[in-house]
């Protein structure tokens, strides 16, 4: 990414700014609990948020002219797309715009929601997952050279062993049964499938040809016929902060529904093959010396590592499983204290992790505290309304909101996308 009088570096990225010269940064589709933690990240940038559902009659008749005002400006976009009218000023006033997505280690909580993340990727190009377009990941993976430097490559294969030892991974938490536990006994070659939120964006712009979890099952199947066939539907679904598209019950005679909470270091112990469309789980398969079978265009995809069922024609090249890690996990995220918001590395945010692993009491998230005045009214009366709406919310959503709300009732309705809950939400806390 480049702004006006400053150049990027060889792979894309754009280097933080002076403290004295902020970059003007126009931000879509970031809702609001999201913005505290950016601009803690991004001292560098004075943001202006745009509002969530925004129309485009409202970017010609007052962001428009607001863009161009503040030129030379930067536009950063959350997800894989940026409205057409913004891409049209982008086009004709040549500005640059970032996409951005969580990292690869996303948060300590086994919980994502509304907490801030750990790791960013962010991308001058495309989303990492979009493989209809070389992203700056893609970009980075095929022209860097990673054998000419073994320092860089000394560090992925212990950044590798790390993980794999610790049993970290994308999301954490508690880690309350066993592989063998909720598998049973392993009596022959047992393949795990891995199941997405399958209107997911990763799906959606990582898979060119449609594919459900359920056609994931009689993929693997069909091709391994003498094995045990698990599906761990994505945790989401199970808890149903995310809706289901596929039912298990059809694909229920081909394989053993695993529906237990079962962290994925551990659901992939045992496992003798994975198959994937586009997740995550499938690298951190292959950290583990696992073969896996893509459906999809994952990021890691393409490289001689996967069996893959879609064509790469842009990723030709063959790399190591080091060399793809350091491309991903060390040159290409961004990692972040949370607390202070200082950029930090990828050593100090898994050394975060394990020690918040090792304090369970840091996993659950603190309530805000009882004060006489303030946005919870006088003598704090607003507090109790915590206790009569969290079964509601339990009702209407799941016990993820209800965790999320107790956290931050104020917070947690001033992020939801209804405009008509945010409304409720603004006439019970009509404060902070």
């Known amino acids: 990414m480049a702004v006006t009088r400053r150049q990027t570096n060889d792979c894309g990225f754009m280097p933080p700014a002076p403290a004295s010269e902020q970059v003007t940064t126009f931000a879509v589709h970031v809702t609001e609990w999201k913005r505290p933690f950016l601009q803690r990240y991004f001292p560098e940038r004075r943001f202006h948020f745009l509002p969530k559902d925004l129309g485009e009659r409202e970017i010609e008749r007052v962001w428009n002219a607001r863009i161009l005002a503040e030129a ?30 969580d990292g690869f280690l996303r948060s300590v909580r086994p919980s994502a929601s509304r907490t801030p993340p750990l790791s960013l990727a962010l ?65 022959k070659r047992r393949v795990l499938v891995i199941g997405q939120v399958e209107d997911d964006a990763s799906i959606r712009y990582g898979c060119p040809v449609p594919m459900t979890n359920n056609d994931l099952v009689r993929l693997a199947a ?55 469309i586009t997740s995550l789980a499938g690298f951190e398969a292959l950290m583990r010396g696992i073969p896996v079978t893509t459906a999809g265009s994952p990021f890691y995809a393409g490289w001689g590592l996967t069996d893959d069922r879609q064509a790469h024609p842009r990723r030709g090249r063959r790399l190591t499983l080091e060399a793809l890690f350091a491309g991903a996990y060390l040159l290409y995220s961004r990692y972040f204290d949370p607390e202070t918001g200082e950029e930090t590395s990828f050593e100090a945010t898994v050394a975060t992790i394990r020690r918040q692993l090792d ?32 079964p509601a919310i339990r009702h209407a959503g799941n016990d993820r909101d209800v965790e999320d709300f107790r956290a931050d009732p104020i917070g947690f309705f001033r992020g939801l996308s209804d405009p008509r809950l945010r409304l409720i939400g603004r006439m019970l806390y009509p404060f902070g």
């Open 72 to 101: 030379p400006c930067e536009i950063l976009v959350w997800g894989p797309e940026l409205p057409p009218a913004l891409a049209a000023i982008a086009r004709e006033r040549n500005l640059p715009v970032t996409f951005l997505e």
């Open 123 to 187: 991308d001058s190009r495309t989303p990492y997952f979009d493989c209809a377009k070389p992203s700056d990941l893609e970009m980075l993976l095929g022209s860097y050279d990673f054998e000419a430097d073994p320092t860089l490559l000394a560090r992925a294969r212990a950044g590798i062993g790390c993980l794999t030892a610790s049993g970290i991974s994308k999301y954490n938490g508690g880690r309350q049964r066993t592989a063998e536990a909720v598998y049973g006994e392993k009596t």
């Open 222 to 276: 069909t091709e391994q016929p003498e094995a045990q066939i698990l599906y761990k539907p994505h945790p989401d679904v199970l808890s149903r902060v995310r809706p289901a598209r596929s039912d298990t019950a059809e694909v229920a005679h081909l394989a053993e529904i695993v529906t237990e909470p079962l962290p994925l270091t551990e659901a992939l112990n045992t496992v003798d093959h994975v198959y994937t």
């Open 359 to 390: 304090e369970p009491d840091t996993l659950s998230p603190s309530r805000p505290a009882w004060r006489p005045w303030g946005p919870y009214g006088v003598l704090g009366w607003r507090h109790l309304m915590t206790a009569l709406l969290a």
